[in-house]
């Protein structure tokens, strides 16, 4: 368990879609013992067992628009409340815009926490369009459509990067080549948070 001699992580990893930081972040999670929390997943599962939330999303997610702010800041705050999030956590998908920024920066300073890294997975669009259609054949997610992709790629273009900027002046970004095979792009992952003290050392 992560309560092990003090260690915490709290990370967030962000990419276009399609960059494999769903991928990725579920690798590092489980290397360091920390819960991912991924609001699309959150978002499809609930989609699945046709709850009311599930409802709410579908034809925003589908789209490739966002779930309003005050409905996935909600969700994540439940989540980040579980027991199993209190030493460490790997976000995936949010924040996604600057509002919600200012939103985790307020719920995890009520907490005496902060963000301690952001890995920035950098993929050539043309790599994630590719990556995205061989997901299309292989899962037949509903918001992969090609509208609703592009849709996607803009919105975290205009809304996302810019997150990424706030970060940056606080030094915690690791800007990672997203480009390779599985293990080489979550070995170089491993090697920044290595320089940050954020690898959890072996027992
Ligand atoms: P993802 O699996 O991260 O690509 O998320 C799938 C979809 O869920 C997105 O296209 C959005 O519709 C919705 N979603 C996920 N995370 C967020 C977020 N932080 N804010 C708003 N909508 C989100």
């Known amino acids: 368990m992560t309560q092990d001699n003090g260690f915490s992580a709290r990370l967030l990893i962000v990419g276009p879609q399609g960059s ?3 991928t990725q972040g579920a690798r590092i999670a489980e290397a360091l013992g920390i819960p991912v929390v991924s609001t699309g997943d959150i978002f499809r599962a609930n989609i699945k067992e046709g709850t009311e939330l599930g409802l709410t999303v579908k034809a925003i997610t589908d789209a490739g628009d966002l779930v309003p702010d005050e409905v ?21 998908g949010y924040p996604r815009n600057i509002a919600q920024v200012a939103l985790l920066d307020d719920f995890l300073q009520g907490r005496e926490e902060s963000l301690d890294a952001v890995i920035e997975l950098n993929v050539p669009r043309e790599e994630s369009l590719s990556r995205i259609a061989l997901r299309a054949q292989e899962q037949g997610r ?3 459509t090609e509208q609703a992709i592009a849709h996607r790629l803009d919105i975290y273009e205009r809304e996302t990067a810019p997150i990424l900027a706030v970060y940056g002046t606080r030094g915690i970004v690791d800007t990672i080549d997203g480009v390779g095979s599985l293990d080489e792009i979550t070995e170089r992952i491993v090697a920044a948070l290595e320089a940050r003290g954020l690898a959890r050392v072996q027992a």
Not at 72 to 92: K, S
């Open 72 to 92: 996935t800041n909600a969700i994540v705050r439940d989540r980040l409340e579980q027991p199993d999030a209190a030493e460490g956590f790997l976000l995936d």
């Open 20 to 22: 494999g930081k769903g």
């Open 142 to 144: 509903s918001d992969d």
